[in-house]
């Protein structure tokens, strides 16, 4: 099993900038993807940003720029610092990793973050 527990949420005004962090415990493969999504109200949740093994990120085009999603292996965590923050990215932020297990892959979140954008 694989504990994600994030930090870093808060009230920010536009403008403004945040850093969230992630910390993963429990069985780890060395093969996976760490990241972020995001749910904002009344929205589906959606990928913000996408950290695989060999560091290859993926962004949303919505926080291209602005953004910048980096992970530590060495301490099972994934960050990410958040510039430039508008009202839309007022959501509350998920932690995510996914990993093969059994053959196939598994998905594993946090309970998630709060960051309101608000002046």
């Known amino acids: 099993q694989v504990s994600l527990v994030e930090s870093g949420g808060g009230l920010v005004q536009p403008g403004g900038s945040l850093r969230l962090s992630c910390v993963a415990s429990g069985t780890i493969f060395a093969m996976n993807a760490m990241g972020w999504y995001r749910q904002a109200p009344g929205k589906e949740r959606e990928m913000v940003a996408m950290?695989?093994?060999?560091?290859?990120?993926q962004y949303a085009d919505s926080v291209k720029g602005r953004f910048t999603a980096s992970r530590d292996d060495a301490k099972s965590t994934v960050s990410l610092q958040m510039n430039s923050l508008k009202f839309d990215d007022t959501a509350v932020y998920y932690c995510t990793l996914t990993q093969r297990v059994a053959g196939k892959d598994r998905d594993y979140w946090g309970k998630g973050t709060p960051v309101t954008v608000s002046s």
């Open positions: 950290v695989s093994a060999t560091g290859y990120t």
